[in-house]
T-cell receptor, first 114, second 108 residues
Framework: DTAVSQTPKYLVTQMGNDKSIKCEQN?????MYWYKQDSKKFLKIMFS???????INETVPNRFSPKSPDKAHLNLHINSLELGDSAVYFC?????????????FGPGTRLTVT | SQQGEEDPQALSIQEGENATMNCSYKTSINNLQWYRQNSGRGLVHLILIRSNEREKHSGRLRVTLDTSKKSSSLLITASRAADTASYFCAQAGTALIFGKGTTLSVSS
């Protein structure tokens, strides 16, 4: 049973395109997150949703738009892709959005923009 | 930047040896967490130590926390080849802030 799943695992696209990454968790968690990991393995939070409500929105270009249709799903849509968007994107979830709960990560989506 | 630092950046040891990784952080924390990331995979939670705890054990893992120095260490005893991975500390405040990671290589 996969706890946090992401699709697709790999995404190769050209600059200027729009793409989406989907995330689902079957842990019954209330909070979900999107992280970006760059080529130096630096992992930075982008967004956090608690029960479909946005609670963290770090300094991310507004070309990135998260959407949470229900608390088990958090999708990431990216418009007008740029070379600098190439990275690995991780979805994660936790039992609560309150500070300090352990997070469960998906396997990641490697996005390559050419 | 609020990002913490891990030290060393890379560590190579033989199977059976102990591996120690250090983490310094900058903000006040509710707790500090350690995660492992195998190559090409997502992060896996290893251990959580609360701000009022000084030491915690889990199997072959031992974590210490010194809030006065804003530092933590992760000790893996009797390392195995399967421990080869990147290890990250994460400050838990309003969100998790990850350090830059230590890449551990254990050779048999």
């Amino acid at each position: 049973d996969t706890a946090v799943s992401q699709t697709p695992k790999y995404l190769v696209t050209q600059m200027g395109n729009d793409k989406s990454i989907k995330c689902e968790q079957n842990l019954g968690h209330d909070t979900m997150y999107w992280y970006k990991q760059d080529s130096k393995k630096f992992l930075k939070i982008m967004f956090s949703y608690n029960n479909k409500e946005l609670i963290i929105n770090e300094t991310v270009p507004n070309r990135f738009s998260p959407k949470s249709p229900d608390k088990a799903h958090l999708n990431l849509h990216i418009n007008s892709l740029e070379l600098g968007d190439s990275a690995v994107y991780f979805c994660a979830s936790s039992l609560s959005g309150r500070a300090g709960y352990e997070q469960y990560f998906g396997p990641g989506t490697r996005l390559t923009v050419t | 930047s609020q990002q913490g630092e891990e030290d060393p950046q890379a560590l190579s040891i033989q199977e059976g040896e102990n591996a120690t990784m250090n983490c310094s952080y900058k903000t006040s924390i509710n707790n500090l967490q350690w995660y492992r990331q195998n190559s090409g995979r997502g992060l896996v939670h290893l251990i959580l130590i609360r701000s009022n705890e000084r030491e915690k054990h889990s199997g072959r893992l031992r974590v210490t926390l010194d809030t006065s120095k804003k530092s933590s260490s992760l000790l893996i005893t009797a390392s195995r080849a399967a421990d080869t991975a990147s290890y990250f500390c994460a400050q838990a405040g309003t969100a998790l802030i990850f350090g830059k990671g230590t890449t551990l290589s254990v050779s048999s």
